[in-house]
């Protein structure tokens, strides 16, 4: 069976910082893209982050609002994907979810910004950002 384990969220002050980590079990990704997404109370889920198997320059996706601040990375050896979250701000705070794509490779640049692209889901990590 598939799991996708989020960690790393937690409260932190504006301007703070968190690291999440995301480990996936029961099958390999190293060739896969994996994502991180959002979702705000009272909003929809939205696009943060994706990395290609190969990770690094183009081979990354941001959304406008976390470019600059945000950075995503992975460990394929450990079948995990990292989100560095630096000057954060009271918008950020929402549920954070890891997603990795499985049905097929990926072989556009940018990887996939659309949930529609990921195939197995996490079950969220709470970030809460205080002013």
């Known amino acids: 069976q598939v799991q996708l384990v989020e960690s790393g969220g937690g409260l932190v002050q504006a301007g703070g910082s968190l690291r999440l980590s995301c480990a996936a079990s029961?099958?390999?990704?190293?060739?896969?893209?994996m994502g991180w997404f959002r979702q705000a109370p009272g909003k929809e889920r939205e696009f943060v982050a994706a990395?290609?198997?190969?990770?690094?320059?183009?081979?990354?996706n941001y959304a406008d609002s976390v470019k600059g601040r945000f950075t995503i990375s992975r460990d394929n050896a450990k079948n995990t994907v990292y989100l560095q979250m630096n000057s954060l701000k009271t918008e950020d705070t929402a549920v954070y979810y890891c997603?990795?794509?499985?049905?097929?490779?990926?072989?556009?640049?940018?990887?996939?910004?659309?949930?529609?692209?990921?195939?197995?889901w996490g079950q969220g990590t709470q970030v809460t950002v205080s002013s």
């Open positions: 990395i290609n198997w190969n990770g690094g320059g183009t081979n990354t």
């Open positions: 997603a990795a794509r499985g049905r097929s490779q990926w072989y556009g640049l940018p990887p996939p910004g659309g949930q529609e692209e990921y195939d197995y």
């Open positions: 029961g099958r390999t990704f190293s060739t896969y893209p």
